[in-house]
């Protein structure tokens, strides 16, 4: 157990009065600290002139800044902690006592305490708390010692909007708050694990199926529900990205040029993967990417949109999906061979989207309708 006489503290000078304070960290919570009058400790860490409640809100302002960096590139290196990294998982089948089990795919937090000097918290109160390069390295110092001296006594850390530090099995380990990891999901919201249970070989078949037996049955039964999961239902998301951090690349192409004034006879959901194109419409060959701008339920909503995107320059198609019985309509802007083409596309797309778009992967064939082919 450490020595709870033994914590770490941020010494500041109140600019209105003059009066010195002790910021101490206990072991519940680095964000809801006891502020007390006292005088200068040999070892604390030193900020001078600056409000202590300002101190405590710039910590939660730290806090956030860490969350949107984690989100918007992926990782980052906090002095004195560590290295947070978000790492994609695709979905994937396990098997069970009873049957099968589909798992949608997510984004996880990973955390490694290597708390190495040069990291990111200098830059990002600079960038994203709008302070002065002096300002920065004053709170980057006095934080980096602050969460070194409570990993060493293994005091429990915990920054709102971003998660929490303890003790685990011997390792100073991270949990992150469900906010955070929420946003860092946002593209697959709705999607929910699946679990098939095995069919008795002698149990009566409800529905027509040429097989062979139950096995057949099974293997059947899986690869629809599959194809919900990993195909209506989310088809294969490469990853959410950031309007504010793309990364640049060469190799774009735009969708295939429709007419417009064309009639159109096919029907709105589903189309089957090879079959032909209508004129209001384009094919996304599988494998191919396209930027996913949003998704509705409603058509009256999806032509709302369509127009107010179109009016703004963009090329607009919808992709439309099926699950459950229920359909949805993705409005998809471009086709692109590769994704890094998608990304770099998306620095010279005329504005007025939001920052909730994705990448998306086709996993077949897939057409594409215009307005008038909805």
Known sequence: MPDSGRRNSLLITDSRTGENFNILVDNTSLSDMDVKNVDKPDNDI???????QQVIQELDRFSGALAGELIAKGRVVVD????????????KRESTGAGSRFLPPRNRVTFEPRPASGGDTAR??????????????????????????????????????????????GLYGFQPEPSLEELLNSAYDGLKTIDIQE?????????????????AFNKVAAVLVAGVLLGGGGYFVVRQVSLDNMVASSGRKALSPS?????VSAPPLPVKSG???????????????????????SLKTVHQEMQRLSELGHRVMVWPVADKGRHYY????????????????????????????????APKNVVLYGEKGL
């Open 80 to 91: 004195g902690l560590g290295t947070f990294s978000v790492i994609h998982e695709h979905a």
């Open 259 to 263: 007419h417009e004034d064309a009639k």
């Open 124 to 169: 990002l109160a600079v960038e994203r708390l709008d302070m002065t390069t002096a300002q920065a390295a004053q709170l980057s110092h006095a934080l980096t010692g602050m969460f070194q001296s409570s990993r060493k006594q293994s005091l429990e850390i915990n920054l709102r909007g971003f998660g929490s530090f303890s003790m685990v099995d």
């Open 330 to 361: 993705r409005l998809v802007i471009g086709d692109f061979e590769t994704h890094l083409s998608a990304l770099d596309s998306l620095k010279t797309m005329p504005k007025g989207l939001t920052k909730n778009i994705y990448i998306q992967q």
């Open 46 to 52: 030193v900020l001078p002139t600056v409000d202590k």
């Open 199 to 215: 069919r008795p070989a002698d149990a009566p078949i409800q529905v027509p199926v040429k097989t062979g037996g139950g096995g």
């Open 275 to 297: 079959a032909p194109a209508s004129q209001d419409s384009v094919t996304l060959v599988k494998g191919r990417f396209t930027v996913v701008a949003s998704t509705f339920t």
